[in-house]
Structure formats: structure tokens, C-alpha cells
């Protein structure tokens, strides 16, 4: 039977679209939890409100594929875009068909393997940081031996699994408990022990545990909702700045969220999962998945470009964290911060390219601060897009984020839609 939309959210009534919107109690989205995931209804209210028909709808920030699932609960064929391995297989598995009795024998001979492999962590984790398995660095380590030794016999077992979108849908079911038997938790913007991990460890059991758990959450999701009014999807992998640029068709809506100039790095937050699945083989791996980013953070060193013209706002916000550099955590979050809408401007300029005529964006972003300065995102995006000739439709304030430890935590900061035409 079809599973329309209403029946996939369940009817649920939620209090603002932005994101952080409870979305994990959805079926699909709960795969992994993805704090900065918005609700599927933002995108429903886009198409409802579209000018024009939508065809085709592209979200080039897919991060856990939000955009593109609604998008088959609405029959609108989806594009999406994303940087980072783990994320767009965890988006593509999503949006995959599947056939569930071989989702069960496929997952009964993964099992099966991985309790026949040798020894293979050495092989499997070779060029992994140290702190990754057990004995560590300076005494610490994310997973114990033992665990560390259970993950790599099933990623020697995914092998054997022939069927592509099996064994890619056991690998992000995979990543989806990788934290829950590791000895750190993920806050804030990056990783931290969790309390009394040396007392407290987890074991193989726990692992195998989660593991089939959340293989059985994911084949319920799928017999309930995997019926759903399209099924076909294009995923397309990498620095959504330069793919917007490659010729493709044209869509009749865009709906994301970039990542905001908070010093949040993607890569760092799905780190474990990124090494852990062997998505990363190497440091140089490491760093160039950074460099492909956004420059929405600090965390490697590379060359910003500079501010665009324009926007007098940017300007006037560059010129203010300039003044106080020296209190800043970072001394070049000035020039990120540039980069920042540098890189926007492209993503915008080739987006637009990409839409037919009377086609609108719809895009979530949230402001920053750094040492008191307010960067208002928003504002400035709105600036930048009409000073490249388009027209600000709507620009309405959702709700207010808590600041990052580094931008001093207490104040809160708004977070906005933001609907272009031209
Ligand atoms: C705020 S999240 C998107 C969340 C999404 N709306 C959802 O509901 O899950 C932003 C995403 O952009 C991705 N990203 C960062 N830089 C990118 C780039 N240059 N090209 C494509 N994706 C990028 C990040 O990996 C992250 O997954």
C-alpha cells in the first residue's frame, strides 16, 4: 500500500520547522541520529507554496537526507548533494528500495561471516588514528580491543555481501551504533569520554546487541513506509561548490540548511563513524574530506576566499570581529567567517543556474557569534542574494539556538528561513 506523507509523520504537530525538531522519532531519521536534521514538513510547505509545479527539488547540504525522503513521500524527484561519505550512503539507504526477505537472509550470512573471520583487526584498522582501538594513547582509546575486533569482522563480512544496497544499508545501520559502543559521546561540537568509561565498558555483546536492533528497527521502517509515491532519487557525492557548477537538468525548488559559520566541522563530528566503516583510510583522506567542506570552521589550515562584495552588513561584521581579534579563540575567524559567504555566493550563483524560471530557494540558516559580535547570517545572505538580483520572498525567525562553548554558551541565536525568487 502507498504511504503518503501524513502517514509517514504520523500527524504530529510540531512548533517550529527549523531544525532540531524532534525529527528522530520519525520513521527513517532515527537510523542515526542527526541533531541538525529539519523537519520534513518545511519541505511540504515549500512545494505547497512553490510558485510553479515541482518536478524535481534538489538539496545540495543533504546531510541525513531529510529533503530527499520527503521529497518520495511527495512524488517530487529528489537531487541531493553531500560531502561526506558516511552521510550520503546514510541518505541514499534511506531512499533506497528494498526487498525485505533478502535483507533478512543477507543479514543472517553477514552474522554468520563475520563469526568465521580470523584476526583482521590489525589489516582492517591499519592507518587509523591510535587513539582509535585499545591500548590507545596516553591511556585513553575509543573502542575497547575486543569491540574493535567484532567491527572488523563485520566489515570483512559486508564483503561477502553481494547486493549493493544491502550491504551499503548494513554499513550505515552499522555506523548508527558505532558511538553507543564506543567509550566517547558526542557534544556540542566534538567528542568527549563518557563518565567512568574505564569502570564501565562495553562489550562484544552490547555491540552485536545494537547492532540487530537496529537492523530490525530499519526492516520495520521499510515493510511499513518503504512503499512510497516515487522511489527514484539522484545522489550526487562531493563539494556541492563545484558539482552546482557541471551541467545537469533543471529543478523547480530548492530546500536546505548549509552549515552555519560556527565553527562546526562535519568532519569531526562523524569522525568515529568515518573511520570505524572505513569511509577514511588515511590522514591525508582526513584532511582533504575537510577541505571540501564549507568554510564554516577553523579546524584545518587552509586559504579562505575572500569576503564578497556587496553586502554591507558582511562588511560591517568583518570590520567588528577584526577590532577584537585578539580576544577571538581563533585569530583567523575573521577570515573564515569571509569564506564563509564567499563559498555561499558560489553555492547560490551556480544554484540558480540550475532552476527553471519562477523556481524558488527555501534555505534554513542559523547566526553566529564570536566574541560578542553578532553574525547575522540571515541578514547577510539576504543581502548578498538580492545584490545578485534576486528577490527576498519571505525571511521569517524560527527559534533561538543556544551559542557554542567558544561563542560563550549562555546568549541564544536566531535561527531563520529564508525564501528566495527572482
Ligand atoms: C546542516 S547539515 C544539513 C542537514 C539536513 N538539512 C538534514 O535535514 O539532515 C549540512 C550538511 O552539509 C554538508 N556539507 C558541508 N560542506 C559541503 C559541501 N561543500 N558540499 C556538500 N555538502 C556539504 C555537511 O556534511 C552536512 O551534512
Redesign the pocket.
Given at each position: 500500500m502507498l504511504v503518503t506523507f501524513d502517514n509517514w509523520i504520523n500527524g504530529r504537530e510540531i512548533a517550529a520547522l527549523g531544525?532540531n525538531a524532534g525529527?528522530q522519532s520519525i520513521p527513517f531519521q532515527g537510523w542515526r541520529h542527526?541533531k541538525?536534521?529539519?523537519a520534513p514538513e518545511l519541505i511540504a510547505k515549500a512545494i505547497r507554496e512553490s510558485a510553479i509545479p515541482v518536478g524535481r527539488c534538489i538539496?545540495?547540504?543533504?546531510?541525513?537526507?531529510?529533503?530527499a525522503l520527503a521529497c518520495q513521500f511527495l512524488g517530487v524527484h529528489p537531487t541531493f548533494?553531500?560531502?561526506?561519505p558516511y552521510?550520503a550512503d546514510l541518505a541514499e539507504a534511506k531512499l533506497s528500495a528494498y526487498d525485505v526477505a533478502s535483507i533478512t537472509r543477507d543479514f543472517s550470512k553477514l552474522v554468520r561471516n563475520a563469526n568465521t573471520v580470523g584476526k583482521v583487526t590489525q589489516a582492517v584498522f591499519k592507518n587509523a588514528p591510535p587513539t582509535l582501538i585499545e591500548p590507545g594513547q596516553n591511556g585513553r582509546w575509543i573502542f575497547d580491543k575486543k569491540v574493535a575486533d567484532r567491527l572488523a569482522s563485520f566489515r570483512v563480512a559486508l564483503r561477502s555481501i553481494k547486493d549493493p544496497v544491502n550491504r551499503r544499508l548494513f554499513r550505515v545501520l552499522l555506523g548508527g551504533v558505532v558511538i553507543e559502543v564506543s567509550n566517547v559521546v558526542i557534544s556540542g561540537k566534538g567528542r568527549r569520554y563518557r563518565r567512568n568509561w574505564e569502570s564501565q565498558r562495553k562489550t562484544v555483546r552490547d555491540l552485536d546487541d545494537a547492532f540487530c536492533r537496529a537492523v530490525e528497527t530499519a526492516v520495520g521502517d521499510i515493510v511499513r513506509h518503504g512503499t512510497r509515491r516515487l522511489m527514484k532519487y539522484t545522489a550526487l557525492r562531493?563539494?556541492?561548490?563545484s558539482?552546482l557548477k557541471e551541467r545537469m537538468q533543471k529543478f523547480d525548488l530548492a530546500v536546505?540548511?548549509?552549515?552555519?559559520p560556527n565553527s562546526f566541522d562535519?568532519?569531526d563530528v562523524?569522525n568515529v563513524e568515518l573511520w570505524a566503516l572505513g569511509y577514511l583510510k588515511s590522514y591525508r583522506g582526513n584532511a582533504e574530506l575537510r577541505a571540501?567542506?564549507?568554510s564554516?570552521h577553523v579546524q584545518i589550515k587552509r586559504d579562505f576566499a575572500p569576503a564578497p562584495q556587496g553586502a554591507p552588513t558582511l562588511a560591517a561584521t568583518l570590520r567588528d570581529l577584526d577590532a577584537v581579534r585578539a580576544d577571538l579563540w581563533d585569530r583567523s575567524i575573521p577570515e573564515m567567517v569571509g569564506g564563509y559567504f564567499a563559498?555561499m555566493a558560489v553555492?547560490l550563483n551556480s544554484l540558480w543556474r540550475r532552476l527553471s524560471a519562477d523556481a524558488q530557494i527555501w534555505m534554513?540558516v542559523g547566526d553566529s557569534r564570536y566574541a560578542g559580535i553578532s553574525i547575522p547570517v540571515g541578514k547577510i545572505l539576504a543581502e548578498l542574494t538580492e545584490e545578485a538580483g534576486a528577490t527576498v520572498l519571505n525571511h521569517e525567525p524560527f527559534r533561538s539556538m543556544r551559542s557554542s562553548p567558544q561563542q560563550g554558551g549562555q546568549h541564544s541565536l536566531a535561527e531563520t528561513l529564508l525564501v528566495f525568487g527572482r
Open positions: 531544525t525529527a542527526f541538525e536534521a529539519f538539496d545540495p547540504f543533504s546531510g541525513s537526507g531529510t529533503t548533494v553531500e560531502v561526506n552521510l562531493g563539494d556541492c561548490r558539482i536546505f540548511s548549509p552549515p552555519y562535519y568532519t562523524y571540501s567542506t564549507l564554516s563559498d553555492v534554513v
